[in-house]
C-alpha cells in the first residue's frame, strides 16, 4: 500500500499547507489542551493571519521574530508567515535583555509577534530595558535608537491586557478576515522552493548566538526524512511535540514532518503529567528527545499507571543505554532510531530497513540521498579513513546556506568544496553509518540546550571577585550534563557559589546559569605546554572533587 505524502523538493512550506488541505481537509492536524484545527481549519486560520499581516505591511522576504510557549497559535503564526514568504526567526524564550538584544539587531528584525509575558520572562518588560522609550510611543510605529530595525510589535496577552504601542493578534486576525482566497493565492505561489523561509539561533563555539539560514525545501525534507521516511509515517499517525519551537526539534521536526504525512500534532508543555496523560487519551504513536526526557518519565511516581502502549515510534538524542531502556517504558515500540543532526543541516537517520542490531543500538544511521557525510582531521582536513575519528561534516541539500550577515564564521564553517564543519567528534563504518560521539567545539549539552562555554565565561569575568574562569560539562543524570563553572577568586575576595548565581539570574538565560561551582587555587590549574587550560584535564578534576560516577 502506498503512504500518501507531499513532494518536498518541489513545495514551498506555504504550498505544502495548502496541498495538505486539500488532501486531508477534514482530518486533524493541529491539537492541543484547548483547540484542535482540521488541516482545512489550520489552513484557513493561517490565511487569514497572513492576510492581516499583509495588511500591516509586512511583507515576502520580511523578517519577523516569534517568542511564544508551546501553543498551537506558534504553528498558525509559522504557516501564516511562511504563506507569503516572511523569514520566520523563532526567538529563545529563556533569553534576557543582552541576548534579546543582540539577536533582534543581528538579524534585523523587522516585527516581533510575541506574548506579554511568560513563566521564562515578562519580554515587554525586558524591551523597557533595552529602550525605556519605547512604551510611551506614540501610535503603533517602534522608533528606538537601541533597537533601530524594530518596526511593529505584535502582542498576545492570555491576561487580555492593552499596550498602546503594540498591536494585538486578535486585531491582526480581524484586519484579514475579509481576504480573498485567490490574493492569497498569488502570494502563496510568489515563493519559490529556493526562498529562505527561517534564521534559526545556535550559539556556536563563539560567544554569541549566529543565526542559520535555512530555505523552504531543505526543511519540507528534513521534516520528510527524519519523521516520514524515518518512522513510515502515515496520515492515520498521531504526533506529540513538546519541544521548545525556538528549537529545530519544535520548529521543524515535528511540524513539518507532521505536515508531509498528513499526521496529527498534539502541542504541549514537557510536562510529566500532561505528557502521560497525552499520550494515553490521545493515542500518540511518538516519543523522542534527551536524556532529560526519558528520565522525567521514568522517574515520574504513576508512569506505569497509565497505558502507553500507543508509541510505536522513538527518536532518541541520547547516549545506547536508552535503546534497550526506552522499552522498559513503551512495550509496544516497533521502530528505534537515533540520528544525527543540528540547527544548520539534519541529515542522517537510522531507517527502517536496517536489521543490524548493534548499528541501529550504536550508529547514528546513513547519510540521506542526497546528503555526504565524512570524517576529517581537523588540523589537516584530509579525509579519515573508516572507522578512524575526526570531525563530521556535511554537504548536501539539508545544509544552512550560511550564517546571517555572518560571513567570517560563514567561511570558517563552509569549505570551498561545500561541506559544513560542525566541530563534532565521530567516524563512519566501512558501510557508511556515522557515528557522533561529542564534540570539538566547546560546548556543553544540558537538558536539551546547547551552551557555549566561552559564552558563559565571557559573563561570569564580569563577576565582582572573579579572577579567572573556566566552563565545562560534567556528566549529570537529570540533564545530560550540567554547566559547571571552575573560578579562580581575587586576592581577598570571599565570594560564594550563591553570591554568583543570584548575579547570573535575569541577566543571562536559566539554563546557562552553572549548576555547580568550584573554587581554585591559582597554581592548581592544568594547563598545556602553551599555557592554555586543559579542559579535558580541569572536567576529570570536577568530575572527581564533585564525585560523579562515569567517568568524562
Known amino acids: 500500500m502506498s503512504v500518501a505524502m507531499l513532494d518536498w523538493e518541489t513545495l514551498t512550506i506555504g504550498r505544502a499547507l495548502r496541498e495538505a488541505a486539500g488532501k486531508w481537509g477534514q482530518k486533524e492536524a493541529l491539537m492541543s489542551k484547548h483547540h484542535r484545527y482540521t488541516y482545512e481549519e489550520l489552513y484557513d486560520k493561517s490565511c487569514q493571519l497572513a492576510a492581516g499581516l499583509n495588511q500591516l505591511g509586512i511583507k515576502k522576504g520580511d523578517h519577523v521574530a516569534t517568542l511564544f510557549p508551546i501553543q498551537p497559535e506558534w504553528v498558525i503564526t509559522k504557516y501564516a508567515l ?62 528606538s535608537k537601541a533597537l533601530p530595525f524594530l518596526e511593529k510589535i505584535i502582542c498576545l496577552s492570555p491576561n487580555k491586557r492593552i499596550y498602546p504601542y503594540c498591536h494585538t493578534f486578535d486585531e491582526v486576525m480581524e484586519l484579514g478576515a475579509g481576504h480573498k482566497q485567490a490574493d492569497m493565492d498569488k502570494l502563496v505561489d510568489d515563493v519559490k522552493p529556493t526562498d529562505v523561509c527561517n534564521i534559526l539561533f545556535t550559539s556556536g563555539s563563539t560567544a554569541f548566538p549566529k543565526g542559520a539560514v535555512h530555505i523552504h525545501k531543505s526543511l519540507l525534507g528534513i521534516g520528510e526524512h527524519l519523521f516520514g521516511k524515518t518512522f513510515n509515517l502515515e496520515a492515520s499517525h498521531n504526533l506529540l511535540c513538546y519541544f521548545p519551537f525556538y528549537h529545530i526539534g519544535g520548529c521543524i521536526y515535528h511540524p513539518l514532518g507532521a505536515l508531509m504525512r498528513g499526521c496529527a500534532l498534539y502541542v504541549n508543555e514537557f510536562i510529566p503529567d500532561d505528557i502521560l496523560r497525552v499520550i494515553q487519551e490521545e493515542q500518540i504513536c511518538n516519543f523522542g528527545g534527551f536524556d532529560a526526557h526519558f528520565n522525567a518519565i521514568q522517574d515520574h511516581p504513576r ?45 542522517v537517520s537510522v531507517m ?51 550564517y546571517y550577515e555572518n560571513p567570517e564564521e560563514t567561511n570558517k564553517a563552509i569549505d570551498s568544496e561545500g561541506f559544513f564543519h560542525s566541530g563534532d567528534y565521530g567516524w563512519l563504518d566501512k558501510s557508511g553509518s556515522v557515528f557522533y560521539r561529542g564534540r570539538y567545539k566547546m560546548m556543553v549539552k544540558t537538558g536539551g540546550e546547547n551552551v557555549s562555554q566561552r559564552e558563559v565565561e565571557i559573563f561570569l569575568e564580569g563577576v565582582p571577585g572573579v579572577k579567572a574562569v573556566q566552563v565545562i560539562g560534567v556528566p549529570d ?67 572527581e572533587r564533585l564525585g560523579i560516577d562515569g567517568g568524562v
Request: hydrophobic share 35%.
Open 82 to 143: 511562511n504563506l507569503f514568504g516572511a523569514v520566520v526567526i523563532p526567538l529563545n524564550v529563556n533569553f534576557k535583555k543582552n541576548e534579546l538584544e543582540y539577536v533582534l539587531n543581528q538579524a534585523k528584525v523587522k516585527t516581533l509577534i510575541t506574548f506579554d509575558e511568560l513563566p521564562y520572562g515578562n519580554y515587554l518588560e525586558i524591551l523597557d530595558e533595552i529602550d525605556p522609550r519605547i512604551p510611551s510611543l506614540e501610535g503603533k510605529r517602534i522608533r
Open 303 to 347: 508512569w506505569r499507571e497509565y497505558d502507553l502502549g500507543s508509541v510505536k515510534f522513538v527518536l532518541l538524542a541520547t547516549g545506547p543505554e536508552w535503546y534497550d531502556k526506552c522499552k522498559t517504558i513503551f512495550p509496544n515500540v516497533k521502530i528505534i532510531a537515533n540520528h544525527y543532526g543540528f540547527t544548520e543541516g539534519t541529515g
Open 352 to 402: 527502517p530497513d536496517e536489521n543490524d542490531h548493534d548499528v541501529r543500538k550504536y550508529s547514528n544511521g546513513k547519510p540521506w540521498p542526497g546528503i555526504e557525510v565524512k570524517a576529517v582531521n581537523p588540523a589537516t582536513g584530509e579525509d579519515m579513513p573508516p572507522n578512524e575519528a575526526g570531525e563530521l561534516c556535511l554537504r548536501g541539500w539539508s545544509r544552512l546556506q550560511e
Open 477 to 543: 543524570q537529570k540533564w545530560g550534563e550540567a554547566v559547571t563553572a571552575v573560578i579562580e577568586l581575587e586576592s581577598g575576595s570571599d565570594l560564594t557559589k550563591e553570591e554568583v548565581k543570584a548575579f547570573s539570574k535575569g541577566k543571562i538565560a536559566g539554563y546557562k546559569i552553572p549548576k555547580h561551582i568550584l573554587f581554585i587555587n591559582a597554581g592548581d590549574w592544568p594547563l598545556l605546554g602553551a599555557g592554555k587550560v586543559n579542559k579535558i584535564a580541569l572536567k576529570e578534576m570536577a568530575i
